[in-house]
């Protein structure tokens, strides 16, 4: 299992973002799959008392369907990006339509932030989002939506695979949940007691 990005990855697609500068005393918690009214508005209990600020790649379907909850994180500091309207995988999606798919997403989202779902997107997709977004891949992967991880394992590798400048990817969804609030909270607890602080990636600061 790959909790960690290859370096691999990193030099075959440099014009994706893979880390965050690792000068500052920051990590960056992600949010796939979102906004949940339930599960999205306790993640966001559990930030407020860490401090923490992340980012939610949402799914504009979602946020279509859960309009105040998507207003709340806004509210709450937190930055959100793109995760397609309908959670498409770029493999099996013919370009025009994953193109109006990101669009129709960016219509209810309006971020300049994007993440491909299942971290599958086409060179020829990548080339041209980038026109219009920067596209935000992940250090760190939790597998918090994986059957076959344990929650304990699925912490402790979280863990063990970040540093300052990671971004690391949980997901606000019914199939994570469990997993997830275990695991973030973990997380939160061990980061924060070495000083460590919680930010989001914003259009500033990518
Ligand atoms: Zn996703």
């Not at 966001?44 to 799914?59: D, S």
């Not at 960016?106 to 980038?130: F, M, T, V």
């Amino acid at each position: 299992m790959q909790f960690k990005t290859p370096y691999v990855a990193k030099v075959v697609y440099p014009s994706l973002v893979w880390d965050m500068p690792s000068d500052e005393n920051r990590i960056y918690l992600t949010f796939d799959d979102g906004p949940h009214p339930d599960i999205t508005v306790s993640v966001l209990e559990l930030l407020e008392k860490y401090n923490a600020r992340a980012t939610f790649f949402c799914v504009g379907e979602n946020v279509e369907k859960f309009p105040e909850t998507f207003k709340h994180i806004k509210s709450q500091g937190h930055s959100v990006g793109n995760h397609t309207y309908n959670h498409l995988n770029g493999w099996k999606t013919n370009n025009n339509n994953y193109f109006a798919n990101v669009e129709k997403a960016n219509k209810l989202i309006g971020s300049n932030l994007y993440r491909p779902p299942y971290g599958r997107i086409s060179p020829a997709q990548i080339k041209q989002l980038k026109q219009n977004y920067k596209i935000i891949m992940w250090s760190v992967l939790s597998y918090d939506f994986d059957a076959r991880v344990s929650r304990e394992s699925c912490l402790e590798n979280s863990i063990k695979n970040s540093r300052p400048g990671s971004i690391i990817v949980f997901h606000d969804s019914e199939k994570s949940k469990e997993k997830m609030f275990y695991a973030c909270e973990g997380f939160l607890d061990y980061f924060s007691q070495k000083g460590v602080e919680f930010a989001s990636i914003t259009e500033k600061n990518v």
